[in-house]
């Protein structure tokens, strides 16, 4: 009979153990400059993590071309860097990411062009999926969308 309660405890401990740690979903895409051919050079990395309260973003990027100070970054709809055309035929940098879903807040950009940031945010893991994280210099943009006609410097982590 000891045996058994020895090996009952032993498996209630594994069991709670097993349970108390949790398994966070996490995953990091390159950030890209888009261009006329679509994703071009690496700037850093993003990184998304399942928190108890949403996601953290966690933003690493160095020699952006934007103008220090506060910058766009939001989630779109589509994942493909591919330039698309406007009714009028002209070139649309970014075309392929879709309409702009929401917007995350704002990003600091330093004057070497880097930025070291985490924002802590709402959505769940699996709105990301499938999905953009794109970076524009305007901040304050609202818009359905912030695809450019090259006017600024825009920048992408597929997930």
């Known amino acids: 009979m000891t045996k058994i309660l020895k090996v009952l405890l032993i498996l209630s401990f594994v069991a709670l153990i097993s349970c108390s740690q949790e398994k ?5 895409s390159d950030i890209v400059e888009l261009n006329e051919n679509g994703a071009g050079e690496k700037f850093g990395t993003i990184t998304v993590t399942e928190t108890a309260d949403g996601i953290s973003i966690e933003v690493k990027a160095s020699g952006l071309k934007s103008k ?11 994942n493909s860097p591919e330039p698309t055309k406007d009714e009028s035929g002209n070139l649309v940098i ?17 004057a070497d062009g880097s930025v070291s940031q985490t924002i802590v945010g709402e959505l769940e893991y699996s709105d990301i999926k499938g999905k953009s994280l794109v970076i524009t210099d305007d901040v304050n943009s609202y818009a359905d969308n912030t695809q450019t006609k090259g ?9």
């Open 24 to 28: 966070t979903n996490s995953t990091t």
């Open 94 to 110: 970014g075309g392929g990411l879709g309409e702009d879903m929401g917007d995350l807040g704002s990003l600091t950009v330093n």
């Open 68 to 78: 220090p100070g506060q910058v766009g970054f939001h989630l779109h709809e589509k």
């Open 151 to 159: 006017e600024e410097p825009l920048y992408v982590a597929i997930f």
